[in-house]
């Protein structure tokens, strides 16, 4: 599967984004989909992910409350709406998307990316 991010861009803290993530090729609504965030010098952490039903969803600590994550697999789109944005929520973020549902908060468990969409958030 071929994934294409976009909805990233510049808010102040407090504010709200909603990322898409939309997916290209076969049977796109069977596969467990994610998103990841990399700041500047940190490593790739986990953000959400969501399975092919949307009966798991899983969050990081850091953004539970604050960020939910959908899927419409009509549309073959993932969302991240990101509300009460924090300065410490600037990152590069990943969409990523994997046949399993497993080890979800490692990168190294994900097959397929989609190149990253810049969120930056002020104070």
């Known amino acids: 599967v071929q994934l294409q991010a976009s909805g990233g861009g510049s808010v102040q803290a407090g504010g709200s984004l909603r990322l898409s993530c939309a997916g290209s090729?076969?049977?796109?609504?069977?596969?467990?989909m994610g998103w990841f965030r990399q700041a500047p010098g940190k490593e790739r952490e986990f953000v959400a992910s969501?399975?092919?039903?949307?009966?798991?969803?899983d969050y990081a600590d850091s953004v539970k409350g604050r960020f939910t994550t959908s899927r419409d697999n009509a549309k073959n789109t993932l969302y991240l709406q990101m509300n009460s944005l924090k300065p410490e929520d600037t990152a590069v973020y990943y969409c990523?998307?994997?046949?399993?549902?497993?080890?979800?908060?490692?990168?190294?468990?994900?097959?397929?990316w989609g190149q990253g969409t810049q969120v930056t958030v002020s104070s």
């Open positions: 090729g076969r049977s796109f609504s069977r596969y467990t």
């Open positions: 990523a998307a994997d046949t399993q549902y497993a080890n979800t908060h490692s990168p190294s468990s994900w097959g397929s």
């Open positions: 969501i399975e092919w039903t949307s009966i798991n969803i």
